[in-house]
């Protein structure tokens, strides 16, 4: 199990590469959702990018999109206007490793439901599922409330 700090007073645990738990403080919740669910500020980049690639190819990518992405990043290829500082406004090239970016971003991602696969279209798409699961979650606790 890796247990990775996040800013403030956030920790995601990350157990098998699959589940992931998310432990917040919600008196210091940032504005910025990827902020919340990764670990660290370059996966939170290369997940922003992802979602932007996502919303360019009308909320779709196929395997071999998804792949070429990934490999663009792998190799330094990738050029991109990030909204993180000192890099605001400027174009720059992002680099992140192939295997972490499936590991690390694009498994996750599809474990929480934020981007599913259509196995018969063959498709990944950005997914409202996440949302759908933080109200059953919230539903669950006022259950157990009760």
């Known amino acids: 199990m890796d247990i990775l700090p996040v800013y403030n007073r956030y920790f ?16 210091n919740l940032p504005d910025d959702i990827f902020e919340i669910i990764f670990a660290t500020k370059q996966q939170k980049i290369v997940a922003k990018l992802l979602i932007k690639e996502l919303k360019k ?15 663009l990043l792998h190799e330094g290829n990738y050029i991109a206007e990030i ?20 590991d690390r971003i694009l498994t996750p991602m599809k474990a929480m439901g934020l ?27 006022l259950r157990e409330i009760r």
Request: aromatic content about 16%; charged content about 30%; overall charge positive.
């Open 83 to 102: 909204d993180e500082a000192p890099y605001i406004g400027k174009k720059v090239r992002v680099s992140y490793n192939k295997r972490q970016f499936y």
């Open 12 to 27: 995601v645990f990350l157990v098998g590469g699959a589940k992931m738990v998310i432990l917040f403080d919600r008196f």
């Open 115 to 141: 981007i599913e696969y259509d196995l018969y279209k063959k498709v990944y798409k950005i997914s409202d599922s996440f949302n759908k699961m933080m109200i059953k979650i919230g539903l669950m606790w």
């Open 57 to 71: 190819n009308k909320n779709r990518m196929t395997k071999t999109e998804m792949s070429n992405f990934a490999t």
